[in-house]
């Protein structure tokens, strides 16, 4: 089955600089890519998500890339702020009724 | 984004006791839903994939006759945690996918459940 791992496990940064987290996932038919963001205690919110078709995808202050070529697939976050303290997880899926595998996770505390 | 609802939030039981945690999608229909179980500082496991009206499909490793799962509707799937014991206690999160050309995969509240 798929098997994603993700780096690094914790991350600290300061205020106002930029985080990235790799995740690499082994199956080569997986097609799609979210990020979820979690905080203590709560749900996983989908923050960003990229398709197998698609090399690189913005929102804002996020963005994702995805190289199927080496099969790994990145998070950035710009400028980030303390409200972007949390558990980022990565995953990937093959489409269609397929579930998700996710990543170890990352805890990233920006710093103020 | 969609809407996935759970219930309840957080239940407390002896062990010995089942506990049912119902999902359900609030604005559209999910032929499938999913379920997951996470623990303290870890990441999420799947442990059954519920299709409308068709049998769960488990996880390996996961017990079928201990953690029961029915899709009853396009909206709603229940897990009902059997004979519960400590070791059950976790955090249960369940997910449905919106399907179409979208097909985004949200997550519900989640549900404590602390097996005493």
């Known amino acids: 089955g798929e098997n994603v791992e993700q780096h690094p496990s914790t991350l600290s940064v300061q205020e106002g600089d930029s985080a990235v987290i790799k995740c690499t996932y082994s199956?080569?038919?997986?097609?799609?890519f979210p990020w979820y963001k979690q905080e203590l205690g709560k749900r996983p919110q989908l923050i960003i998500d990229?398709?197998?078709?698609?090399g690189e995808k913005k929102d804002q202050r996020i963005a994702v890339t995805l190289n199927k070529t080496a099969k790994h697939f990145s998070l950035h976050i710009t400028e980030t702020q303390p409200e972007d303290s949390a558990v980022y997880f990565c995953?990937?899926?093959?489409?269609?009724?397929?579930?998700?595998?996710f990543g170890s996770g990352t805890r990233l505390q920006v710093q103020p | 984004g969609a809407v996935v609802s759970q219930h309840p939030s957080w239940v407390i039981c002896k062990s010995g006791t089942s506990v049912k945690i119902e999902c359900r999608s609030l604005?559209?229909?999910?032929?499938?839903m999913f379920w997951y179980r996470q623990f303290p500082k870890q990441s999420l496991m799947l442990m059954a994939t519920?299709?409308?009206?068709?049998?769960?499909?488990?996880e390996q490793g996961v017990e079928k006759d201990k953690f029961l799962i029915n899709h009853a509707s396009l909206t709603l799937s229940t897990l009902t945690v059997t004979s519960a014991h400590p070791e059950d206690s976790s955090f249960y999160i369940c997910?449905?996918?919106?399907?179409?050309?979208?097909?985004?995969?949200?997550f519900g509240p989640g549900t404590r459940l602390t097996v005493l």
């Open positions: 997910s449905a996918r919106t399907g179409g050309t979208t097909d985004t995969q949200y």
């Open positions: 995953a990937a899926s093959k489409g269609g009724r397929r579930a998700l595998t």
């Open positions: 604005d559209f229909q999910a032929t499938t």
């Open positions: 519920s299709n409308e009206g068709s049998k769960a499909t488990y």
């Open positions: 199956d080569s038919a997986s097609n799609y």
């Open positions: 990229i398709r197998s078709n698609v």
